[in-house]
């Protein structure tokens, strides 16, 4: 099968390094980034541990004057009430928290990755524009030629008036056009201000090649995120369901108090210091019991359901970006092709220039449509570039 010359001729790695493309982002947002990630480890970490009940610890001191004279008691107590056993329900609680913080770290990951593609995106928007302003350069360069001809024509009464007007028109469109790609120039750079310290010219692009087909279908983090909410959901559904089911629970005291003088003769024998200690079965009746089981099961469905649609999505994704890239191929393979013609003009018009038969005018004009043929090429370079860096956003070490 014949090689499309975009897709062949570009390198098939990547020529950043993972560090330097994560060092386009400004110091405060990478530091936004990591304190993220840090909360929600700590969080993660919180909720795997939630089901260890604390440990009480308390101390009293009571005073009664119910027999006269103020008696005053203290206490302190050790108390543990801790469930052993819930029919899977702490299990499932560990796992729902691993899970959940997974979850939680791949969408912070995916959130970074996001910002630094706008920052990458703009600089290859700003390439771009840089090249239209180029191309715009030489238009208006090519405008002023024509006017010059048309004017000439005009007085020497070949054309009439309208081909000059058409001309005066043009070379106005154009002006005006260059000036909204300063300002578009302006406010790119201005957005990238706001994603990174660093300034546009600074930044030596990366080269993206086309990604291997099996390497970005089974290395998305966004499946990856996505499955890990599948069991997250899964844990939770039995969390929820063995809410209701019977639990066991141990419990113990260390007791360390002032015995009251008033009853100690009468007791005999009194231990300050004692343990109190045993078990118990709790089985919680909920009336919104099945409803609570059936809604954990609905979200559980649904992040399977969402699991299907984006691997849909993902796959669909690859094929238009393909089809883009074809289509991007075949219009630099046109601009070549364009670009022989007129290098071959060009050498024409300056054979019949050096004879009389063509204007200088004429030459510059076929030079200047030559060159911007040349730097069409180099602006679907960087279209394809740009649909090229879809393709890296969210695939494990690729960014």
Known sequence: MKQLFLLSSLPLSLLLAQGE??????????????????????????????????????????????FGDAIGTGQFMIAVDQPIFKMGGIWSAIKYAKALGEANVLDIELKKRQLIAQALGILYRLKRSHYQMEKLALTIANDKLDIQIQKESYEAGVTNRTLYDQALLKHNRDVTSKLELALNITKLENDFSLLSDAKPDEISLPNFGMIDKERYLNNQLEIERDGLRIEEKAHNRYMIFSKYLPELSLNGRYINEDLNPLFAPSRGSLNREYYTYGFSVKLPLNVNSLDDIQNAKIAYLNAKIALNEKQKEIANNFKLIQKRLEIIDKKIVLSKEDAMHYQSMLDTTKELASLGDKTNLDTEIVSNTL?????????????????????????????
């Not at 969080?43 to 004057?65: D, H, V």
């Open 21 to 66: 493309l994560q060092d386009i982002l400004s110091s405060d947002k990478r530091q936004l980034f990591k304190y993220q990630q840090e909360e929600s480890k700590i969080k993660a970490n919180e909720l795997e541990r939630s089901w260890i009940n604390p440990i009480r610890l308390q101390y009293s001191k009571n005073y009664s004057t119910q």
């Open 371 to 399: 060159k911007i043929r040349q730097i069409d090429q180099e602006i679907y370079k960087i279209d394809a570039q740009l649909e090229l860096m879809q393709l890296y956003i969210n695939v494990a070490d690729a960014l």
